[in-house]
């Protein structure tokens, strides 16, 4: 096969921008190309720093880092390059398709929150997902769904046939593992985060319900002022004032510690550094942090909603994202139970060994092959 992949959205930049989708994106492309394949992949983007075997790399002169001018040059430039360079099927990494392609396309959808949430979005990004990506998934001839969940919000949303709505979860990289003790009370002496504390990694905003996680935590420091001091990491979203006014009202100053954005680079010793995860979020396409902290041994409690319950099988304890005395309570058992923690560091190592970006890039691959029927 001769396999187009239109990596646009792909940044090394280190700001909050660089996780999530570019996630996907950078570790895929890195895991196909290691793959070593007879294939003829030809990946189209703009970020010139990026390196990977087995690629051919097409750099865009237009600025597609400007989504509008990304927006023109998919739809009107990119499909003649696919028919200039023979490209046999189209992996559109991120929602939309070239609607003017010929060639039989794949799509990646992550998740509709521009649809069940859309105030979250501006309202030119909303309106151009919400009528871009379902004419994409509708004519691309596989849609991979990063979670069972986003399948089903496909199938029910964009009136997708469940046949052609493939699941294939995320991997985790290497890089996130268990660190040498050494090397993480180095790190804690550094931050001068002297003993084992409470972590949430995302971005500040309602959707990922950082706010019950504060109540939560007040409520359990109510109970027992020994409790560890939590640490909220993170670039600010919107709306992010009203999570610090609730620190503030409820007398947790002291307590709470908002580092900001982590680098990725970084954020493994955060992970191994935290004695508790906790991720109480409303909605997720996949919830790669869940995934992340468990590689990195670190015992996790999460919400019951949409994706997260497939990401962490059984190796989480799972509370409902509005259920406040729950989680407290969720907290505060895992924290003081020696045995609990140790049963689900190892639950968590073991599901984490599960999601590897070799069998993602295998799986894809495969997928490629059904769009073309062979």
Same mark, same amino acid.
């Given at each position: 096969?001769?396999?187009?992949?239109?990596?646009?959205?792909?940044?090394?930049?280190?700001?909050? *921008?660089?996780? %999530?989708?570019?996630?996907?994106?950078?570790?895929?492309?890195?895991?196909?190309?290691?793959?070593?394949?007879?294939?003829?992949?030809?990946?189209?983007?703009?970020?010139? %720093?990026?390196?990977?075997?087995?690629?051919?790399?097409? +750099?865009?002169? $237009?600025?597609?880092? #400007?989504?509008?001018?990304?927006?023109? /040059?998919? &739809?009107?430039?990119?499909?003649?390059?696919?028919?200039?360079?023979?490209?046999?099927?189209? #992996?559109?990494?991120?929602?939309?398709?070239?609607?003017?392609?010929?060639? =039989?396309?794949?799509?990646?959808?992550?998740?509709?929150?521009? @649809?069940?949430?859309? &105030?979250?979005?501006? =309202?030119?990004?909303? $309106?151009?997902?919400? #009528?871009?990506?379902?004419?994409?998934? *509708?004519?691309?001839?596989?849609?991979?769904?990063?979670?069972?969940?986003?399948? &089903?919000?496909?199938?029910?949303?964009?009136?997708?046939? =469940?046949?052609?709505?493939?699941?294939?979860?995320?991997?985790?990289? !290497?890089?996130?593992?268990?660190?040498?003790?050494?090397?993480?009370?180095?790190?804690?002496?550094?931050? &001068?985060?002297?003993?084992?504390?409470?972590?949430?990694? %995302?971005?500040?905003? !309602?959707?990922?319900?950082?706010?019950?996680?504060?109540?939560?935590?007040?409520? $359990?420091?109510?109970?027992?002022?020994?409790?560890?001091?939590?640490?909220?990491?993170?670039?600010?979203?919107?709306?992010?004032?009203?999570?610090?006014?609730?620190?503030? *009202?409820?007398?947790?100053?002291?307590?709470?510690?908002?580092?900001?954005?982590?680098?990725?680079?970084?954020?493994?010793? /955060?992970?191994?550094?935290?004695?508790?995860?906790? +991720?109480?979020?409303?909605?997720?396409?996949?919830?790669? =942090?869940?995934?992340?902290?468990?590689?990195?041994?670190?015992?996790?409690?999460?919400?019951?909603?949409?994706?997260? !319950?497939?990401?962490?099988?059984?190796?989480?304890?799972?509370?409902? !994202?509005?259920?406040?005395? %729950? @989680?407290?309570?969720?907290?505060?058992?895992?924290?003081?139970?020696?045995? @609990?923690?140790?049963?689900?560091?190892?639950?968590?190592?073991?599901?984490?060994?599960?999601?590897?970006?070799?069998?993602?890039?295998?799986?894809?691959?495969?997928?490629?092959?059904?769009?073309?029927?062979?």
């Amino acid at each position: 096969m001769h396999i187009g992949l239109n990596a646009q959205l792909l940044t090394l930049r280190q700001n909050y *921008r660089g996780a %999530g989708i570019n996630t996907y994106i950078f570790h895929l492309l890195r895991a196909i190309g290691e793959l070593e394949l007879p294939h003829h992949c030809t990946v189209f983007l703009g970020e010139r %720093g990026f390196r990977a075997e087995n690629l051919d790399l097409h +750099y865009t002169r $237009w600025p597609t880092h #400007h989504p509008a001018v990304r927006i023109v /040059w998919e &739809q009107l430039v990119l499909p003649e390059l696919l028919r200039r360079t023979g490209v046999e099927v189209l #992996h559109a990494m991120a929602f939309v398709i070239p609607l003017l392609a010929r060639c =039989p396309s794949v799509v990646t959808i992550y998740d509709l929150s521009f @649809l069940r949430y859309p &105030q979250a979005f501006r =309202p030119f990004n909303r $309106w151009y997902l919400s #009528h871009f990506t379902p004419l994409s998934a *509708r004519r691309a001839q596989r849609v991979i769904a990063i979670s069972e969940s986003t399948r &089903q919000d496909v199938i029910r949303y964009l009136h997708v046939a =469940p046949e052609r709505v493939e699941v294939i979860h995320c991997g985790v990289s !290497p890089s996130f593992r268990p660190l040498r003790a050494s090397e993480v009370e180095r790190f804690r002496r550094e931050r &001068q985060l002297f003993d084992p504390f409470i972590l949430f990694v %995302g971005t500040l905003e !309602p959707r990922k319900n950082v706010e019950l996680l504060v109540r939560a935590y007040a409520r $359990w420091r109510a109970q027992d002022p020994r409790a560890p001091r939590l640490v909220i990491a993170g670039a600010k979203g919107w709306y992010f004032e009203t999570i610090f006014r609730t620190v503030t *009202r409820l007398g947790l100053d002291n307590n709470v510690f908002f580092p900001g954005y982590i680098s990725a680079e970084e954020l493994p010793l /955060w992970y191994n550094a935290a004695g508790l995860f906790v +991720y109480p979020s409303l909605f997720e396409g996949f919830g790669l =942090p869940v995934l992340e902290a468990m590689a990195c041994g670190t015992p996790v409690i999460c919400s019951n909603a949409s994706s997260l !319950p497939e990401v962490a099988g059984d190796a989480a304890v799972l509370v409902a !994202p509005d259920d406040e005395v %729950g @989680l407290a309570e969720a907290m505060r058992t895992v924290w003081e139970s020696a045995g @609990l923690r140790q049963t689900m560091i190892e639950r968590g190592l073991a599901r984490a060994r599960e999601h590897t970006w070799t069998r993602v890039a295998v799986q894809t691959v495969q997928t490629y092959q059904r769009a073309l029927g062979v």
